[in-house]
């Protein structure tokens, strides 16, 4: 019997498989822009606050007399849940159900009105690990482009899913002008900011998103923050502290405008507002030098 040593650069590479049944991959058309609304995208880790943060900054910005749309990017499709009071059905759903020929489609049929008049979508995504989640955002985008919903916003918010993993949850980057980052005052979630500050530093060498700063969240010190921040270059723009009632707006499906008067909650409501006025009037782009996973460890973690 003959033994035969073959080296990476002889095996014969023929036409790859597909990847599995279904599949869809991100083909983002680059023409796509979304026009002259201010567009803002929301990053964090998993679990940290970024629904509660999109919906109340969405409210916030239509007390401020604007035309809002949310976008959940998430397959939970649970972004809007407290402006509409209930789970939406997703546009993947829905273009599903007319064998994704998005011409049957009414505008109706995937946007709902929520408070104080914010439209809200839910993009929803593939079937797990069939999929790219950039292929949702992309198919949201071109829906509302063709229902002329984009010329009539002011504001877009788009509410994007856990630590950027892949190409795929970076999509919104494409249409953002700012992202911005929440985070709470522990490493987790500092070193899941400090992937998304990559992942926008990638993004922006070919698109006009920019760094619009870090809203801190369940935080009622911000001394890690602080540290991180100021390593990086990267500023503060809001902080909301651990407080109940944040927490019972969610079991109550309710944004923390429609709650009951007290206040701690006149507090955080007013944060909101300030941090909506803020953006409104436009803030500097924040031009930040992310650090080495390892280096992290060293900045953040246990003497």
């Given at each position: ?293 390892r280096d992290i460890f060293d900045l953040l973690g246990f003497d």
């Amino acid at each position: 019997m003959t033994t035969t040593t073959i080296s990476p650069g002889q095996i014969r590479r023929g036409p790859r498989p597909p990847d599995g049944e279904g599949s869809v991959q991100v083909q983002l058309d680059p023409a796509l822009k979304i026009g002259t609304a201010k567009v803002f995208a929301i990053y964090g880790k998993g679990g940290i606050g970024k629904s509660t943060t999109s919906s109340n900054l969405s409210v916030a910005f239509s007390k401020l007399g604007k035309r809002v749309l949310q976008i959940g990017c998430d397959p939970k499709h649970d972004s809007t849940f407290t402006l509409t009071k209930k789970m939406m059905p997703t546009v993947i759903d829905v273009l599903e159900t007319v064998d994704f020929h998005a011409e049957e489609l009414r505008v109706e049929d995937f946007v709902y009105p929520g408070y104080n008049g914010v439209m809200c979508v839910e993009a929803g995504g593939p079937p797990a690990g069939t999929g790219c989640g950039g292929y949702v955002v992309g198919q949201t985008v071109k829906l509302l482009k063709e229902h002329h919903l984009l010329e009539e916003t002011d504001v877009v918010i788009f509410d994007v899913l856990g630590d950027v993993v892949c190409g795929g949850f970076a999509a919104p980057l494409q249409h953002a002008d700012r992202a911005l980052i929440v985070t709470a005052n522990d490493f987790d979630s500092i070193f899941a900011m400090n992937r998304i500050v990559q992942a926008i530093g990638a993004k922006a060498k070919n698109y006009n998103v920019r760094l619009g700063g870090v809203i801190a969240n369940r935080s009622d010190a911000t001394d890690q923050i602080d540290k991180y921040n100021e390593r990086v270059g990267l500023k503060t723009m809001a902080r909301f502290p651990s407080l109940d009632v944040i927490r019972q707006s969610r079991l109550k499906k309710q944004t923390l405008f429609e709650m009951e008067p007290s206040p701690e909650l006149k507090a955080v409501q007013d944060e909101y507002m300030r941090l909506a006025a803020l953006l409104w009037a436009g803030v500097d782009p924040m031009l930040c030098d992310p650090m080495k996973d390892r280096d992290i460890f060293d900045l953040l973690g246990f003497d």
